[in-house]
């Protein structure tokens, strides 16, 4: 018996060290491929931003003027109108790397404050639309949640609350609502980030669902 244990172990320990040294040679090759990359993309010249895709807020669709006598509402309305005057865009999931590959190094500093503008923008988004759900303006909530999704925004939230919205907040039949999730499923497919898989499993459970469940 002792023999068999000592056999197990030794055969367990041979195990662990192969495996550990097949993860040290995968994680040295990883390294060093990450590493010519960005050396490769610390050399590349600046290129034109022209091409990107920027977005634009619909200043005359979205809900302004509504619960103004909130301060975060008046906070959420000011940040919108601020950034309507900036560039903004969705670089989510691609990495600084990436960027100076495509777009050069000296671009980057410029770059990551697009991205950063589309960051406080989704938040924003996210929680005016929050705010107007609280206070039972649906139609409004919604119009702010679409937009943010036609963004690309990854935000598990802001899928979840217009689900809710489109599910028992609307009065839609159940031909559209099996028609805006499967929107909602088309958009959430293209997303760059780990958000991704949470958000089309939880889509794709509500079009399993028999009829529609109210939220209370």
Request: charged share 25%; with cysteine.
């Amino acid at each position: 018996m002792n023999f068999l244990v000592l056999a197990t172990f030794i055969y367990f320990v041979i195990w662990l060290n192969f495996t550990l040294h097949r993860i040290a040679i995968k994680k040295g090759k990883l390294e060093k491929s990450y590493w010519e990359k960005e050396i490769m993309s610390n050399s590349v010249r600046k290129k034109s931003l022209d091409g990107l895709d920027y977005i634009s807020i619909p200043m005359d669709k979205l809900p302004f003027g509504v619960l103004t006598d909130q301060p975060e509402v008046s906070e959420c309305e000011t940040v919108l109108k601020e950034l309507s005057g900036e560039k903004i865009v969705n670089l989510t999931g691609i990495s600084n790397t990436d960027l100076k590959l495509m777009y050069g190094t000296a671009n980057i500093t410029l770059l990551s404050a697009y991205d950063q503008n589309y960051t406080t923008l989704v938040c924003t988004l996210q929680k005016w639309a929050q705010i107007l759900f609280d206070a039972a303006y649906y139609t409004e909530a919604a119009t702010v949640l679409e937009f943010a999704l036609s963004t690309g925004t990854d935000i598990q939230a802001s899928y979840r609350l217009l689900a809710r919205l489109y599910q028992s907040r609307l009065s839609l039949s159940e031909e559209e609502f099996r028609e805006r999730i499967g929107s909602m499923t088309e958009t959430a497919s293209k997303l760059r980030s780990l958000s991704k898989t949470p958000i089309l499993q939880y889509l794709q459970d509500l079009l399993e669902e028999e009829g529609q469940i109210s939220f209370k």
